[in-house]
């Protein structure tokens, strides 16, 4: 059976990139009806921090990305990796190092962390790597050739009585019965050394598929330059995970013109030999687009019921539904976030707009005044009925008074919601009410007569 692992350490948030990592590796399990192991690699107990775990393993979880098995930790296994490390040593493959304290080193904690019969002080284990080129079979770059001169005697125990990654992750993945390591080619440098770990520790050695990095859309590694990376900022700006998901799967990977992916398709469909050799672009716009439609095609009861949190972080409350999902239904045409629509829907449940004074400075006071004077007269006339009949009177009120909608309709918006950019005003009229609708206008006529000098200044 297949089997394969997510192995983040909790000194960080976890990256956008871990996560498309915890992907793949969850797909190509899924795809081929085996097993997905999480394991925690917490050895660095200086940088580990309980918020950081806590946080990878919630956003793991929100997305559906669980494993199979439960979740293992380094930090209690400490007592097997110097079984191992022993082992080593004992078959010539490792050997005892004095610490050479120089310019880079001489502020390094060198304090005892873990107290095990290994340790010696002022030394280090080191593993003695073959000399001979190692040729790691990559499943996406290929055969990638590594000479004897570019692997190196790396440390497995340190001389605080801590084991390295190297030495951990080779034990633990054999334990764990991991049968394919899909992680980012930053590692790849890794893997002629952890090879000859397995084979000198007497192990299978799995195979290996290596991703290519998460590049900006200007080429350079994605990081906080480029805008959040850290999954949590993504899930509570109201971004769906079925979005995150179909996009980061896009991010690297392709089955033909397709856009759109459920779960259940990806898990059918992915496989690594469709995976890019060269890196992956991560495009905001793109996932923004990806987000917009997947909220679109919602059922408008869920989209409510997901966006009425983020609603009541601008101090709403009772919240009819009813009225939500009729706003609702003029659609979500300019926003891309559950956070934004959010945010962009608050005009219609506050009594007093606040008016932008630079996009109010694109209107003129003393004309449109007296346009709002007939648009105000004429909607008073109006039962608010019927939006159609509501689109009609606006008709009418262009032919009364030989306008067209651009002379009015921009500060009838302005004057309902503050906003330049909103849905059709009778839209809006018929969903705030005749009494919302009038002293919405009435009181924008009075703040445009307040600031009128300012204005036109």
């Given at each position: 059976?297949?089997?394969?692992?997510f192995a983040p350490?909790?000194?960080?948030?976890?990256?956008?990139?871990?996560?498309?990592?915890?992907?793949?590796?969850?797909?190509?399990?899924?795809?081929?009806?085996?097993?997905?192991?999480?394991?925690?690699?917490?050895?660095?107990?200086?940088?580990?921090?309980?918020?950081?775990?806590?946080?990878?393993?919630?956003?793991?979880?929100?997305?559906?990305?669980?494993?199979?098995?439960?979740?293992?930790?380094?930090?209690?296994?400490?007592?097997?990796?110097?079984?191992?490390?022993?082992?080593?040593?004992?078959?010539?493959?490792?050997?005892?190092?004095?610490?050479?304290?120089?310019?880079?080193?001489?502020?390094?904690?060198?304090?005892?962390?873990?107290?095990?019969?290994?340790?010696?002080e002022g030394h280090?284990?080191?593993?003695?790597?073959?000399?001979?080129?190692?040729?790691?079979?990559?499943?996406?770059?290929?055969?990638?050739?590594?000479?004897?001169?570019?692997?190196?005697?790396?440390?497995?125990?340190?001389?605080?009585?801590?084991?390295?990654?190297?030495?951990?992750?080779?034990?633990?993945?054999?334990?764990?019965?991991?049968?394919?390591?899909?992680?980012?080619?930053?590692?790849?440098?890794?893997?002629?050394?952890?090879?000859?770990?397995?084979?000198?520790?007497?192990?299978?050695?799995?195979?290996?598929?290596?991703?290519?990095?998460?590049?900006?859309?200007?080429?350079?590694?994605?990081?906080?330059?480029?805008?959040?990376?850290?999954?949590?900022?993504?899930?509570?700006?109201?971004?769906?995970?079925?979005?995150?998901?179909?996009?980061?799967?896009?991010?690297?990977?392709?089955?033909?013109?397709?856009?759109?992916?459920?779960?259940?398709?990806?898990?059918?469909?992915?496989?690594?030999?469709?995976?890019?050799?060269?890196?992956?672009?991560?495009?905001?716009?793109?996932?923004?687009?990806?987000?917009?439609?997947?909220?679109?095609?919602?059922?408008?009861?869920?989209?409510?019921?997901?966006?009425?949190?983020?609603?009541?972080?601008?101090?709403?409350?009772?919240?009819?539904?009813?009225?939500?999902?009729?706003?609702?239904?003029?659609?979500?045409?300019?926003?891309?976030t559950l956070k934004?629509?959010?945010?962009?829907?608050?005009?219609?449940?506050?009594?007093?707009?606040?008016?932008?004074?630079?996009?109010?400075?694109?209107?003129?006071?003393?004309?449109?005044?007296?346009?709002?004077?007939?648009?105000?007269?004429?909607?008073?006339?109006?039962?608010?009925?019927?939006?159609?009949?509501?689109?009609?009177?606006?008709?009418?009120?262009?032919?009364?008074?030989?306008?067209?909608?651009?002379?009015?309709?921009?500060?009838?918006?302005?004057?309902?919601?503050?906003?330049?950019?909103?849905?059709?005003?009778?839209?809006?009229?018929?969903?705030?009410?005749?009494?919302?609708?009038?002293?919405?206008?009435?009181?924008?006529?009075?703040?445009?007569?307040?600031?009128?000098?300012?204005?036109?200044?």
């Amino acid at each position: 059976m297949i089997k394969t692992r997510f192995a983040p350490s909790p000194t960080g948030w976890l990256h956008i990139g871990g996560v498309r990592t915890a992907l793949y590796s969850w797909l190509f399990a899924k795809n081929n009806g085996g097993e997905f192991y999480l394991r925690i690699d917490d050895t660095d107990k200086s940088r580990s921090d309980q918020k950081y775990l806590d946080s990878i393993l919630s956003s793991l979880d929100e997305l559906d990305l669980k494993s199979d098995k439960d979740v293992i930790y380094q930090s209690q296994r400490l007592d097997i990796y110097i079984d191992n490390v022993e082992i080593l040593l004992n078959n010539d493959h490792a050997y005892y190092d004095k610490i050479e304290i120089n310019e880079k080193t001489k502020d390094t904690d060198l304090s005892l962390e873990f107290d095990n019969r290994l340790n010696k002080e002022g030394h280090v284990i080191r593993f003695r790597n073959p000399k001979q080129e190692v040729v790691v079979e990559d499943l996406i770059h290929g055969p990638v050739k590594f000479s004897n001169k570019a692997i190196h005697d790396i440390v497995i125990l340190r001389s605080n009585g801590m084991p390295t990654y190297n030495i951990t992750s080779v034990i633990d993945d054999n334990f764990m019965g991991v049968t394919h390591i899909i992680r980012g080619d930053d590692h790849l440098n890794n893997t002629p050394v952890q090879q000859n770990i397995f084979h000198a520790l007497g192990f299978d050695i799995p195979k290996f598929a290596h991703l290519p990095m998460i590049h900006g859309t200007d080429g350079k590694r994605l990081s906080k330059r480029h805008g959040a990376v850290n999954i949590n900022k993504f899930l509570e700006d109201g971004y769906l995970k079925e979005s995150v998901i179909n996009y980061l799967a896009k991010t690297g990977w392709s089955h033909g013109d397709q856009e759109f992916f459920s779960i259940s398709e990806l898990k059918k469909l992915f496989s690594l030999n469709k995976v890019t050799k060269s890196s992956a672009i991560f495009d905001y716009d793109k996932l923004n687009w990806l987000n917009q439609q997947y909220i679109k095609k919602m059922d408008l009861n869920d989209v409510a019921k997901l966006i009425l949190p983020y609603l009541q972080t601008h101090n709403l409350s009772d919240i009819d539904m009813a009225y939500l999902k009729n706003i609702l239904s003029l659609g979500i045409e300019r926003e891309y976030t559950l956070k934004e629509i959010a945010k962009s829907l608050v005009y219609y449940f506050i009594e007093e707009i606040p008016y932008d004074t630079d996009d109010f400075k694109k209107f003129n006071p003393s004309k449109d005044n007296l346009i709002l004077d007939k648009v105000i007269k004429k909607l008073s006339d109006n039962n608010f009925e019927d939006e159609d009949k509501l689109g009609l009177c606006f008709q009418e009120f262009c032919q009364e008074n030989d306008l067209k909608f651009k002379d009015f309709g921009p500060v009838v918006r302005f004057g309902l919601t503050g906003r330049l950019k909103a849905p059709a005003i009778n839209e809006i009229c018929f969903l705030l009410g005749k009494t919302r609708t009038i002293d919405r206008l009435n009181n924008f006529q009075i703040f445009m007569s307040n600031n009128a000098v300012a204005s036109n200044e």
